[in-house]
């Protein structure tokens, strides 16, 4: 099995509901290391596993509709707690809807799997991980 | 399936049987740091693989039964060499033992797994992981 | 010259006002990894330049009062934007201002310089340094 | 399951072939921070996956081989594009093939599974993994 | 003094004339992962020391001009032995030229110093450091 | 100003006597990840600091003096606490007499400065720095 992982990140704020959260919900923020890792048992014709630089286009678009804002005034996240871990499932159903609709090129249509990690800080970070 | 790590360090004294070991027989020691991962196939309500504070909590609190102390002179290690490997799994069967016993809270009951990995320097590392 | 580093982190929201900003003119958030350096010509008597334990309370205890929080809520940042140069800059302060009350210690009245790092991502990070 | 991970790197020359890879098509080269796993369900007498002095010898050996090379003069890549997938198989199979040859010591027949990693730089890594 | 740094990397070939590089006589190649930090007594108006995107890219465009080539192809270096120390030195005169003649903004002629620094591997790199 | 860092480590037992080190009185020990860096004003005929194959072997001279032991069962440690701040300068101090003693070459005479960081884990690391 092979992988390709590329990393951005975004800045966003947000609150967390629940006492479990502590001093974190109140509104705060967070700075995302973003790393997206794509899967596959066989590389293309030209030795990949995906053209990096679509991808990184690719997790940029998907990361630009999140950064640089509230997430407690986004619609889309207005019954669920933005957490690391559901951000991270976020950012990979994402991902997963570019590639099939082609955005990763037709090689990508045989990815086998998708990884996204997280990383809120140098002592924490979250994964999600899906078959494709 | 999701994952949360946390990470945390220990510094001990030990020294290591057998010849493969080299200088390392001798007393020497290490800084470990320690990176826990705990997955889960799906979220609790509050959309977490696991409250991270408490996680951290329990993580120190089973390092610091190992940390500032020489190995060597510990009765539960007696019989076996305290590797890096070893180490990692001594580490994650502790962290086990507490989800079970609760400490994690109710819904760590349904962690799937663990993950414990400790970097013993720049260059290398070692991890154990188990079901649970 | 010594120095001794410890780090630790904060995770903010705010907003920047100006052009120059572009998206983070809109409420955003940053989780920042600080490196507090602490310098000084010679060593005490135990051979430190500070007590790491002491000094790592002290920005434990600054950062706290940052951390978990929306900066452009707060009254003494009214006046300023709160770029990770700025935050730089306020925390060296208060950590000058606690050594000088004691909080590091006797020996910490020695020391002969602070310099502040946040690290805002990956790729970018500002630092703020200053005798004392 | 145990797994150990050593770090080493290597510099080379390269040129890629195929419209995808833009810019990259020119003779460039790269640094790869390689990082070798091996995974094994137990441990043996002495308490380890893998003798770390032997395995840092034979990664080192299949490192020196490509390393300080410009990959596109070399006969054995001569029909394929040395991209940081395919390098990452090649070097995964060359470890493969030195442990089933004895080069890590009688126990590392045991092992189970090899992860390579290539980081090519801070935002880009590539994966190969194999079971042995 | 305040300092902001940026990160970003380049792929070159090369090779070095001199007995004293062993086996980096030979054609080969490097990523450098590109710091360049910029020095300023006081910050802007703004509260910043240098705007972060237009840095940023400076830094690209000065990256641009070295990088997914063989610098033994370059005129420019025809004369020079292409260290990482002297490349450190060329991006940081390119930088300073960029910023003289206004690219990175007219608060930007107030900066006091450039540091830049090419980490060529996980474990050496090299640094340029000079006054504006 | 020109610098070069190289990267090591070693790993040591040791104790720390003074109740300002709390648990670190006790036996135990630490991984130090050992970067030094070799500043001078100007680069030599080949276009480098220092030569980093003899540098590095040099650094590597000076650990292995140090690593795999009990420090507290050095001669040469019985009047002092080995901090990480005290084993800084010992490195330092040691590196600098082996450049005057021409280890590192002719042209490493021309050395203006050292420094060395002793990283004792991913929260805390402490500097020496002196003129050569």
Redesign the interface.
């Known amino acids: 099995?092979?992988?390709?992982?590329?990393?951005?990140?975004i800045?966003?704020?947000?609150s967390?509901?629940?006492e479990?959260?502590?001093?974190?919900q109140?509104?705060?923020?967070?700075?995302?290391?973003v790393d997206a890792t794509f899967r596959r048992a066989g590389?293309d014709a030209?030795?990949?596993?995906v053209?990096?630089?679509r991808a990184s286009e690719v997790l940029r678009a998907v990361l630009s509709e999140l950064?640089?804002?509230?997430l407690d005034d986004e619609a889309e996240f207005a019954d669920?707690?933005?957490?690391?871990?559901?951000l991270?499932?976020v950012i990979a159903e994402r991902l997963a809807d570019r590639a099939r609709a082609g955005a990763l090129?037709e090689g990508a249509r045989e990815l086998d799997g998708l990884l996204v990690t997280l990383h809120?800080?140098?002592?924490?970070?979250?994964?999600?991980?899906?078959p494709l």
């Open positions: 099995m092979f992988s390709v992982t590329i990393r951005d990140h800045m966003i704020a947000h967390l509901s629940g479990v959260f502590g001093p974190a109140r509104l705060h923020g967070a700075t995302y290391v590389l030209d030795g990949i596993v053209d990096i630089g950064g640089y804002r509230n669920m707690n933005t957490t690391t871990e559901e991270a499932r090129g809120e800080s140098h002592v924490a970070w979250a994964s999600y991980e899906r």
